[in-house]
């Protein structure tokens, strides 16, 4: 298998052009005439005709080009200028001067960070752009933050597959999941829904930290991450992507996008992937992750009337079903493996099918000034599982409408947004401890009911002071009256300094079976306590942003500080004992506070560099005594590098991440062989990727976990899951081993 890698690996650096052939080099340097004016042209373009080969001039003009055999037109070029064709014979170095091209208009080409913040914005906002998320496999959203310091993403348990994100040192419940400012993934779809939206499908990813605006929502406690689909309007004609790794997984993605006429728009997104070798590479007997097959599909229209008025209406389906457990068991049901014979495997089965529909409408008055629009979103989840012995079949229906009234105040430094929302969620779950003991059955059936109002003010002085301030009123059926200020500023200190802060509250509807039903792999009891409150959390924070020129380049630097302090909270209690879980409402203080510097800067032309350092202190009052929040890293450290060659015709790109120490919940009285270090040690994560460019196609190689580091004996007393100490849910460090992957991007652009 290694030969293989290897031979992959050189196969793929050396352009699938075979052997080297006897070459020679090509020198010269390019100046330009500019009103008889002689100068050197710095990054002038030099390449040899109908080829991707090619360079750039340094600082003093001059170029180094290597020439083989069928090349000898070589082309300069350099934007504002007249291009020049010379032939190449014989003669090795050449003078060349282009002369100044009149034009009636002119295209300014520039590269963009992959992510970057808006020096415009008021919040605090990291913008992760497509070409960014071409930088690792990114299968899915799970995976699309390799490369970004703000967010990480784990594992939550060592048997089920579901992942979870961290943002401010908290978890993904007090995060706000949109997919083009349409909250989503919410109760059901919590554990698995970063794997509901493939990478090929994704154009874009907003990452907003601390308390969002009130528009769309009283959720979003540490902040929102909000996807934008590829849209018909400006998307490829034909997108296809293959993705194939050395642990069975492959999966296809096809996009196409079709104009019908001036006005509409459509677009299929389609993907299917399998995980089909069951792998355990820590030999527990345990699948490592889980035998997958997922079907996931859109269908959108856009509507153009050209006159101020745009709708968009779509469908989404999905279909995942997911087995894990012990690697023997293949059954669809606990009882095809003859529960209770000494041959008893322990099986895990989720079986998901989700149904979406969602319509948008806007419409720009004459004034161009003023605006109304409609988002209107229903989604139906429906999931059947089970966990070895235990029993979980939930439906939920949701339903999600915002109307939006936007306008100024006398002029556009004055603007203001209002208008009404309506959501409600209906579920319908059922709890099977034993399925061999019905009468143990538990209904969790419950409705929420929640219209709402909303205004939001911003002010602005351009270039200078930029304020947010707004308010929303929430009428829940189960908690009363909602009240959800935020406030958001901006100020630019110099042309090169920006500060800005944020300050406001939000609320979360706990979800308990639903965001946690991964500790139904293991033997713990559930104790969930009567008249769970809503929890609810203040949020402020502050971040100061430097961009300052060295050596003709910009290095930008940014620090950072957010603090969440909870009022009320649930508490998912795995302390008190080895064999149960207690989930109740917070009785005492819990807080986050979370500090991050970052800076960004090309170090060579071609060659970007991100370093960044985050440090959490999580806390909160278990059982009366305020500890550390188990299994968070209290540090956090990433660098990556990324070199794109001149034309960009390669791409290599290579990330290392630091994670801290951090609590693990106790198990000093299980028995020897199942107890568990109380902390765990610091380790890193290395991945890396190379990508070959040609013209409409393009063909990856990379690598994950490349040290190979994983967590030991991730899954405690996986020799006995039917016993007393089974559990497969302290988990902090990776399961999977280092993981090869190679894939396939192909698109037709539009123009």
């Not at 010379?86 to 009636?104: M, N, P, R, W, Y």
């Not at 580091?709 to 302290?730: E, R, T, V």
């Amino acid at each position: 298998m290694n030969r293989i890698i290897i031979v992959s690996i050189l196969f793929l650096l050396t352009g699938f052009s075979g052997f080297a052939q006897a070459n020679k080099e090509i020198t010269g340097v390019v100046k330009a005439n500019d009103k008889n004016k002689i100068t050197e042209l710095v990054g002038a373009n030099v390449y040899w005709a109908n080829t991707q080969t090619g360079t750039v001039t340094d600082f003093n003009g001059q170029f180094v080009i290597e020439q083989t055999s069928g090349n000898q037109l070589l082309v300069v070029s350099y934007i504002g200028y007249q291009a020049d064709t010379i032939h190449v014979t014989d003669k090795q170095h050449f003078e060349v001067v282009l002369k100044s091209d009149e034009l009636d208009e002119v295209l300014v080409a520039g590269k963009k960070a992959g992510s970057h913040m808006s020096r415009l914005d008021p919040m605090t906002k990291v913008n992760i752009t497509g070409a960014e998320l071409c930088k690792a496999a990114c299968c899915n959203l799970s995976e699309s933050f390799e490369t970004n310091a703000s967010v990480d993403v784990s594992y939550s348990d060592a048997a089920t597959g579901a992942k979870q994100i961290q943002l401010l040192g908290l978890s993904g419940n007090y995060v706000q999941m949109m997919t083009e400012n349409i909250p989503n993934f919410r109760g059901l779809a919590t554990l698995y829904g970063l794997n509901y939206i493939p990478g090929a499908w994704m154009e874009s990813i907003q990452i907003s930290k601390g308390t969002a605006t009130v528009i769309n929502g009283y959720e979003a406690l540490t902040g929102q991450i909000n996807v934008e689909y590829k849209k018909p309007v400006n998307s490829e004609k034909f997108f296809l992507n293959l993705y194939a790794n050395n642990t069975g997984r492959w999966e296809s993605n096809v996009n196409g996008s079709i104009h019908l006429n001036d006005k509409w728009t459509t677009a299929i997104l389609a993907h299917y992937s399998e995980d089909q070798k069951s792998t355990d590479d820590n030999d527990d007997g345990f699948r490592d992750e889980p035998l997958l097959k997922q079907l996931n599909f859109i269908n959108r229209w856009d509507y153009n009337n050209k006159k101020g008025f745009t709708s968009q209406i779509g469908i989404k389906v999905l279909d995942e079903n997911r087995l894990g457990g012990q690697r023997g068991f293949e059954g669809s049901q606990p009882s095809d493996q003859n529960v209770g014979l000494p041959n008893q495997l322990y099986g895990i089965n989720i079986d998901t099918r989700r149904y979406e529909g969602f319509y948008k409408a806007g419409y720009l008055f004459d004034d161009e000034m003023s605006s109304v629009a409609l988002v209107a979103n229903y989604a139906y989840h429906e999931q059947n599982s089970f966990y070895g012995r235990k029993q979980y079949d939930a439906e939920q229906r949701s339903f999600y409408a915002n109307l939006i009234f936007q306008s100024i105040i006398g002029n556009e430094n004055n603007k203001y947004s209002t208008g009404l929302s309506f959501q409600s969620d209906e579920f319908d779950e059922v709890l099977t401890m034993d399925f061999q003991q019905p009468d143990q059955r538990q209904l969790l059936n419950r409705e929420e009911i929640v219209p709402g109002a909303f205004f939001q003010y911003t002010y602005n002085v351009p270039n200078r002071f930029t304020l947010i301030a707004g308010g929303r009123v929430d009428f829940h059926n189960n908690f009363g009256t909602l009240f959800t200020p935020r406030i958001h500023a901006k100020y630019n200190i110099a042309p090169n300094t920006i500060l800005r802060a944020s300050a406001g509250k939000g609320y979360h509807t706990p979800n308990v079976l639903a965001e946690n039903s991964y500790l139904l792999a293991s033997s713990r009891q559930i104790n969930i306590a009567n008249n769970l409150d809503q929890e609810e959390a203040w949020n402020y924070g502050a971040n100061i942003t430097q961009y300052i020129n060295v050596a003709g380049r910009e290095l930008t630097l940014n620090a950072e500080f957010y603090r969440t302090d909870f009022t009320n909270q649930l508490i998912v209690d795995a302390d008190q004992s080895v064999d149960a879980v207690y989930f109740y409402n917070l009785d005492g203080d819990s807080y986050a506070n979370n500090f991050q510097i970052e800076g960004k800067y090309e170090l060579l032309r071609g060659l970007d560099l991100v370093a960044a350092w985050r440090l959490n202190d999580v806390k909160a009052t278990y059982s009366g005594e305020l500890k550390d929040r188990p299994l968070i890293s209290r540090a956090k450290g990433l660098v990556n590098l990324s070199y794109s060659t001149p034309l960009k015709k390669w791409q290599f790109d290579f990330t290392t991440q630091f994670n801290g120490k951090g609590r693990v919940p106790s198990t000093a009285t299980n028995p020897v062989e199942y107890q568990r270090q109380d902390a765990f040690d610091p380790y890193q994560i290395v991945n890396s990727q190379v990508t070959k460019y040609f013209r409409k196609w393009n063909v990856y190689l990379g690598v994950e976990n490349l040290g190979n580091f994983k967590q030991d004996n991730p899954i405690i007393a996986g020799d006995d899951p039917f016993g007393d100490y089974f559990d497969s849910s302290l988990i902090w460090g990776p399961i999977m081993g280092r993981r090869v992957y190679f894939g396939l991007r192909f698109s037709i652009d539009r123009e």
